[in-house]
């Protein structure tokens, strides 16, 4: 694959599912933590695909984040992208259209199955009569945890949460989306046990949907064995969120601990950088993204 800017979602997630690697999902609150994907990114060689869920979106702005993650892409002339996370509505996942994402992940995985569909469907035709080139997706089944966060207790995944193939079958088939995000296992944050993905349940829905593109949600805390089966079982694009909140939170309290006279923010938040780098190559490398870039 082409070192190129001009390289488009749709054709590197392609890529990803047919060499059985994927693409990493990492989401930003603030510049340092972009700025420390963005330098893993460029120095791995590899495309990924920034995240702002609604909260992450209203604190930077989204026309903002767009402004940014191109600036960035123009920049280093790196394939960096940007998805409108977990949009709950079909309103906030329009502001996104607008705003110039490449991507939007409409969310309506609680709603019964007939309304998921019927609102993912309205944001498949909103996003395709602006840009052809923008990669939706959509939910089926539910995570039980929203927040990227640590939880002190464990935490059960039942059965009844997980995408069932029939119903992920009925669901690319009437809405026609690019990506389809089923739960698998995996919960939002770190629990005090370790997830179990259901490799079978991957499998079987990765034979059912053909060239559908498979996204995990909520890869903090999964043990890297796990991410590495759920890939080969055709998983093509993984979300970390919490991990990378962690480096960054844990870098920037020790360093205001240790430097209490500080007050001049990018020097505060310059081991956060550092940290973010270092957790996403981590997780890059993971996914076998590293290097696909000439
Ligand atoms: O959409 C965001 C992710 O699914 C992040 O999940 O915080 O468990 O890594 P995580
Ligand atoms: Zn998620």
Redesign the pocket.
């Known amino acids: 694959m082409p070192h190129t800017s001009k390289l488009n979602l749709k054709e590197i997630l392609s890529s990803a599912r047919r060499q059985g690697w994927a693409v990493p999902?990492f989401?930003i609150s603030d510049i340092a933590m972009l700025r420390g994907l963005v330098e893993a990114a460029n120095e791995l060689r590899a495309p990924i695909l920034v995240?702002t869920?609604e909260g992450e979106s209203d604190f930077l702005g989204r026309r903002q984040a767009v402004a940014l993650v191109s600036a960035f892409r123009e920049e280093h002339n790196l394939p960096i992208f940007i998805n409108a996370?977990?949009c709950h509505s079909v309103s906030t996942a329009k502001a996104a259209v607008d705003a110039g994402y490449d991507s939007v992940?409409i969310d309506l995985s609680k709603l019964p199955l007939d309304d998921n569909i019927a609102g993912t469907k309205k944001i498949v035709a909103y996003a395709r009569a602006k840009n052809t080139d923008i990669s939706v997706e959509g939910e089926v089944g539910y995570?039980v945890?929203d927040?990227?966060?640590v939880y002190k207790r464990a935490i059960a995944v039942p059965v009844e949460s997980l995408a069932k193939v029939e119903d992920a079958k009925r669901f690319i088939k009437e809405t026609g989306v690019d990506r389809l995000?089923p739960a698998v296992g995996?919960?939002?944050?770190?629990a005090a046990n370790a997830p179990r993905i259901d490799i079978e349940r991957v499998q079987a829905i990765s034979k059912a949907l053909g060239n559908t593109i498979l996204v995990?949600?909520?890869?903090?805390?999964?043990p890297d064995e796990q991410i590495r089966k759920a890939i080969a079982a055709g998983i093509a694009n993984i979300?970390?969120?919490?991990?990378?909140?962690l480096a960054y939170v844990a870098a920037l309290r020790e360093f205001i601990m240790e430097h209490p006279e500080e007050t001049t923010p990018y020097k505060i938040l310059a081991p956060a950088v550092e940290a973010v780098r270092l957790k996403a190559m981590e997780k890059i490398k993971l996914m076998g993204a590293a290097g696909r870039l000439s």
């Open positions: 999902h989401n995240g869920s996370d977990h992940h995570l945890t927040s990227s966060q995000a995996t919960l939002h944050g770190i995990l949600h909520g890869g903090s805390g999964a979300h970390f969120s919490t991990d990378i909140r």
